[in-house]
């Protein structure tokens, strides 16, 4: 069975819309360590839109299981991370007019500045993770960088999956995963992966860890409600 990764950002993201100290990641990530979780995944990108300096500093310092820092290959981030040394880190695209990440890293376009960065992350004794697409010239790209592990972008399958149309992208999914392992670099993935979706993904052969966040924040907020409630009438009372 792969290892389940619990990415904590949307919590942040909430803290964030009142610029408040609630609901703090770090609690969460707690939470979602005594739920299970393998490992703890955070997002510090270039607009602090969510997870802070100061969120990266306590999680590293206090969780129990291994954390897995997402950044872009810049420098600000890549200083912070080698000063605080997560457990991996994982080089991801980043734009600040998206939502959310849109694509894996374009590392056959920008090989020197990844490959850079892979190597400084390393020097500070970080395992290194690259966000790619399924396509075999990223793959090979991503593996010539030297990096540990590849997490696959599930996204398309992600949206595929939601209109019944699944097959292709699973199949691509599972291209992409024999040629990481037959290059020995470890088979990580993630991105839209939901309640609904998850097990095929999981299932592939050698499949390592599933970094999944919003689906499970989502669906915490709709199973914790109630007792929350129940708690305030409480006090109230």
Same mark, same amino acid.
């Given at each position: 069975?792969?290892?389940?990764?619990?990415?904590? /950002?949307?919590?942040?993201?909430?803290?964030?819309?009142?610029?408040?100290?609630?609901?703090?990641?770090?609690?969460?990530?707690?939470?979602?360590?005594?739920?299970?979780?393998?490992?703890?995944?955070?997002?510090?990108?270039?607009?602090?839109?969510?997870?802070?300096?100061?969120?990266?500093?306590?999680?590293?310092?206090?969780?129990?299981?291994?954390?897995?820092?997402?950044?872009?290959?810049?420098?600000?981030?890549?200083?912070?991370?080698?000063?605080?040394?997560?457990?991996?880190?994982?080089?991801?695209?980043?734009?600040?007019?998206?939502?959310?990440?849109?694509?894996?890293?374009?590392?056959?376009?920008?090989?020197?500045?990844?490959?850079?960065?892979?190597?400084?992350?390393?020097?500070?004794?970080?395992?290194?993770?690259?966000?790619?697409?399924?396509?075999?010239?990223?793959?090979?790209?991503?593996?010539?960088?030297?990096?540990?592990?590849?997490?696959?972008?599930?996204?398309?399958?992600?949206?595929?999956?939601?209109?019944?149309?699944?097959? /292709?992208?699973?199949?691509?999914?599972?291209?992409?995963?024999?040629?990481?392992?037959?290059?020995?670099?470890?088979?990580?993935?993630?991105?839209?992966?939901?309640?609904?979706?998850?097990?095929?993904?999981?299932?592939?052969?050698?499949?390592?860890?599933?970094?999944?966040?919003?689906?499970?924040?989502?669906?915490?907020?709709?199973?914790?409600?109630?007792?929350?409630?129940?708690?305030?009438?409480?006090?109230?009372?």
């Amino acid at each position: 069975m792969p290892r389940l990764g619990v990415n904590i /950002d949307h919590v942040a993201t909430v803290r964030e819309a009142r610029k408040t100290n609630e609901p703090d990641p770090v609690w969460a990530a707690t939470l979602a360590e005594l739920g299970g979780a393998d490992g703890i995944t955070l997002h510090l990108r270039e607009d602090r839109r969510h997870i802070q300096d100061r969120d990266v500093r306590i999680l590293i310092e206090t969780v129990a299981v291994p954390t897995n820092l997402e950044l872009a290959a810049a420098a600000d981030v890549l200083a912070i991370a080698c000063d605080r040394r997560p457990t991996q880190a994982t080089l991801v695209p980043e734009r600040r007019e998206e939502v959310t990440t849109e694509g894996g890293l374009d590392v056959a376009g920008h090989t020197d500045k990844v490959t850079a960065a892979v190597q400084q992350l390393q020097s500070a004794g970080i395992a290194v993770s690259l966000f790619l697409d399924p396509d075999p010239r990223q793959l090979e790209a991503g593996i010539a960088t030297g990096a540990e592990a590849i997490e696959l972008h599930t996204g398309a399958y992600a949206h595929a999956a939601a209109n019944g149309k699944a097959v /292709d992208q699973l199949t691509e999914l599972n291209r992409a995963a024999k040629q990481i392992r037959a290059a020995g670099t470890t088979l990580n993935a993630g991105h839209g992966l939901t309640y609904r979706n998850v097990r095929p993904v999981a299932e592939i052969e050698g499949m390592h860890e599933l970094n999944i966040g919003h689906s499970i924040i989502a669906r915490a907020m709709m199973v914790g409600l109630e007792q929350a409630v129940r708690d305030m009438k409480r006090l109230m009372e």
